[in-house]
Nanobody, 123 residues
Framework: VQLQASGGGSVQAGGSLRLSCAAT????????VGWFRQVPGKEHEFVAA????????YYADSVKGRFTISRDNAENTVYLQMNSLKPEDMAVYYC?????????????????WGQGTQVTVSS
């Protein structure tokens, strides 16, 4: 499994970005995908996750109502729509795959990670 995250950039507070996580392999539809973020000196912070079917989604309290995770299994891609961005959302965002399909919030549970994409939010 290989994951490629993209879509990061620089926006002003209140703006929007859509991150994409493209996966290779023919088992994409069988595993859960999560988004995490990290700032220097801190551990990965859970942002959102989606189950293998897309039927269940989970969010950190800090992003509920602002971020939406979705997946397109036909395109082997998971998206993170981020609206009403705040300066505290600024971080490197990573997508990760959980082969168990569980879609948990704990980063050690995830088996494969993509490279990060930087999100910068200016006030």
């Amino acid at each position: 499994v290989q994951l490629q995250a993209s879509g990061g950039g620089s926006v002003q507070a209140g703006g929007s970005l859509r991150l994409s996580c493209a996966a290779t392999g023919d088992t994409f539809s069988s595993y859960a995908v999560g988004w995490f973020r990290q700032v220097p000196g801190k551990e990965h912070e859970f942002v959102a996750a989606v189950s293998w079917s897309g039927g269940n989604t989970y969010y950190a309290d800090s992003v509920k109502g602002r971020f939406t995770i979705s997946r397109d299994n036909a395109e082997n891609t998971v998206y993170l729509q981020m609206n009403s961005l705040k300066p505290e959302d600024m971080a490197v965002y990573y997508c990760a795959a959980d082969l168990s399909g569980f879609a948990g919030s704990s980063w050690p549970l995830y088996d494969y990670w993509g490279q990060g994409t930087q999100v910068t939010v200016s006030s």
